[in-house]
């Protein structure tokens, strides 16, 4: 027997983009002994957005998110090599992340608006008292006004079991202080408090940061959603019925619909079209692309370099491939497209046509992942127009042979994804993220 419970969500009118953000339809379902809850999903450029820029252009937008995945690739980049290498692990940057989420905390729980990252692992949020905070969209959490809030000792068990990320600040507290690597920054206490995400909530361990700078928009922080210790995916887990697996629907970035984050019960992707590929958890979620396909020429990774060769990350926009399969991409497109080619403005992209305000057309292109899983992708998952009358191909080629590629967001669009962290499975399933 399946039960639906429909929340209302009462809030006060912040801002007219906050409300729009979280009116939406937040449930939890139980299945037998599992939960299973969902709730909001907002690309940052979107019209209902709390972080948009509403001075800029749509070009402007669009470019800016080119450079924020510029710098966020470059921050996996020199993650992933650093955990080849057995270095000490830094985190990386989320400061490009592209898509919101809304979250509360605390009791009462307070409504805030944090960037959703698959690429780092704690959650923080700015706090009172405030050193040195950007602005944000909502009030600073105040623990003071939370009853539920605790503090963590430098000593205790709690504060030791996150390892590096902890130490002992100048009044006993447990302390974090994260730089990344496009200079943004963190730097707080760590407590624990009850976190509301849809209609469940949790108490957890998260990050409340008294000094904060750099490329967070006006959100209040991170929310974690890697598959370390430290993410709200895993501390659910432990902490309560829900089940180790999440799953996204994105919405498009030129779209101004809701995308939505499911977890628990809520998250299992299933039906007809689904396709299932390994999925490695362990240090980023890597998967194995063995090649592209388009029409009848398939363009195939270097078979000793398939295994785990790809980040699935949602806060990178562009996505990067080995550079057999984009030089052979772009070669096999180039003979079918029929627009005319140009040169990016930008000199950013290798493949750019003249789109005369229609849209590229191409041919059948499939990704093939690694236990049969072909993912038929369309065009809005490879061209975008970034000018007017341009349109180009959004996969960039790795420059060394030996470099973990990334599967960005907009190779993602319309695909309700799901991590299961338990069986170590991605799934993708094709629809209508709105």
Same mark, same amino acid.
């Given at each position: 027997?399946?039960?639906?419970?429909?929340?209302?969500?009462?809030?006060?009118?912040?801002?007219?983009?906050?409300?729009?953000?979280?009116?939406?339809?937040?449930?939890?379902?139980?299945?037998?002994?599992?939960?299973?809850?969902?709730?909001?999903?907002?690309?940052?450029?979107?019209?209902?957005?709390?972080?948009?820029?509403?001075?800029?252009?749509?070009?402007?937008?669009?470019?800016?998110?080119?450079?924020?995945?510029?710098?966020?690739?470059?921050?996996?980049?020199?993650?992933?090599?650093?955990?080849?290498?057995?270095?000490?692990?830094?985190?990386?940057?989320?400061?490009?992340?592209?898509y919101v989420m809304s979250v509360s905390i605390g009791t009462p729980p307070v409504p805030?608006?944090?960037?959703?990252?698959?690429?780092?692992?704690?959650?923080?949020?700015?706090?009172?008292?405030?050193?040195?905070?950007?602005?944000?969209?909502?009030?600073?959490?105040?623990?003071?006004?939370?009853?539920?809030?605790?503090?963590?000792?430098?000593?205790?068990?709690?504060?030791?079991?996150?390892?590096?990320?902890?130490?002992?600040?100048?009044? +006993? $507290?447990?302390?974090?202080?994260?730089?990344?690597?496009?200079?943004?920054? @963190?730097? %707080?206490? !760590? &407590? /624990?408090?009850?976190?509301?995400? +849809? $209609?469940?909530?949790?108490?957890?361990?998260?990050?409340?940061?008294?000094? @904060?700078? %750099?490329? !967070? &928009? /006006?959100?209040?922080?991170?929310? +974690?959603?890697?598959?370390?210790?430290?993410?709200?995916?895993?501390?659910?887990?432990?902490?309560s019925a829900v089940s180790w697996k999440f799953s996204y629907c994105l919405p498009s970035?030129?779209?101004?619909?809701?995308?939505?984050?499911?977890?628990?019960?809520?998250?299992?992707?299933?039906?007809?079209?689904?396709?299932?590929?390994?999925?490695?958890?362990?240090?980023?979620?890597?998967?194995?692309?063995?090649?592209?396909?388009?029409?009848?020429?398939?363009?195939?990774?270097?078979?000793?370099?398939?295994?785990?060769?790809?980040?699935?990350?949602?806060?990178?926009?562009?996505?990067?491939?080995?550079?057999?399969?984009?030089?052979?991409?772009?070669?096999?497109?180039?003979?079918?497209?029929?627009?005319?080619?140009?040169?990016?403005?930008?000199?950013?992209?290798?493949?750019?046509?003249?789109?005369?305000?229609?849209?590229?057309?191409?041919?059948?292109?499939?990704?093939?992942?690694?236990?049969?899983?072909?993912?038929?992708?369309?065009?809005?998952?490879?061209?975008?127009?970034?000018?007017?009358?341009?349109?180009?191909?959004?996969?960039?080629?790795?420059?060394?042979?030996?470099?973990?590629?990334?599967?960005?967001?907009?190779?993602?669009?319309?695909?309700?994804?799901?991590?299961?962290?338990?069986?170590?499975?991605?799934?993708?399933?094709?629809?209508?993220?709105?």
């Open positions: 027997m399946v039960t639906q419970i429909l929340i209302s969500i009462s809030m006060p009118a912040i801002s007219i983009f906050f409300s729009l953000l979280l009116i939406s339809v937040a449930f939890t379902t139980v299945y037998g002994g599992g939960i299973g809850f969902s709730t909001t999903l907002i690309h940052r450029d979107s019209p209902l957005s709390p972080i948009r820029n509403q001075s800029l252009s749509h070009y402007d937008r669009l470019n800016n998110a080119i450079r924020r995945s510029i710098s966020r690739a470059d921050a996996l980049f020199q993650r992933a090599a650093a955990l080849t290498d057995n270095s000490i692990e830094a985190p990386i940057s989320p400061g490009g992340g592209e805030y608006v944090a960037i959703a990252d698959t690429g780092s692992d704690p959650a923080w949020i700015q706090c009172m008292p405030c050193k040195q905070c950007y602005p944000q969209s909502e009030p600073i959490f105040d623990p003071k006004k939370s009853s539920s809030f605790r503090h963590v000792p430098c000593t205790s068990d709690t504060c030791k079991s996150v390892n590096d990320d902890g130490f002992c600040g100048d009044q +006993g $507290s447990c302390d974090y202080s994260f730089a990344y690597a496009d200079h943004t920054y @963190s730097k %707080g206490e !760590f &407590g /624990t408090d009850t976190i509301t995400i +849809g $209609s469940t909530s949790v108490n957890m361990l998260f990050g409340c940061g008294h000094e @904060s700078g %750099g490329g !967070f &928009g /006006t959100t209040s922080g991170i929310i +974690g959603l890697g598959g370390g210790d430290l993410s709200i995916v895993t501390q659910m887990r432990k902490k970035v030129s779209s101004q619909g809701r995308g939505k984050i499911s977890f628990g019960e809520n998250a299992v992707v299933s039906g007809p079209g689904v396709v299932s590929t390994p999925l490695d958890p362990s240090m980023m979620y890597e998967i194995s692309l063995e090649a592209i396909s388009v029409g009848n020429e398939r363009h195939a990774a270097d078979i000793s370099l398939a295994t785990d060769n790809m980040i699935i990350d949602s806060g990178t926009t562009l996505s990067y491939i080995p550079k057999v399969i984009h030089d052979g991409i772009v070669s096999s497109l180039a003979k079918i497209i029929g627009s005319k080619r140009v040169n990016d403005p930008r000199n950013v992209f290798s493949l750019c046509y003249s789109s005369d305000g229609d849209d590229v057309n191409i041919p059948t292109v499939t990704a093939h992942f690694a236990g049969g899983a072909d993912v038929g992708l369309s065009n809005e998952n490879m061209f975008m127009t970034v000018a007017d009358g341009v349109s180009c191909l959004m996969f960039k080629s790795l420059m060394e042979i030996n470099d973990v590629g990334i599967w960005g967001n907009i190779a993602q669009a319309n695909f309700l994804i799901g991590y299961d962290l338990e069986k170590k499975s991605l799934s993708f399933k094709p629809t209508v993220c709105a």
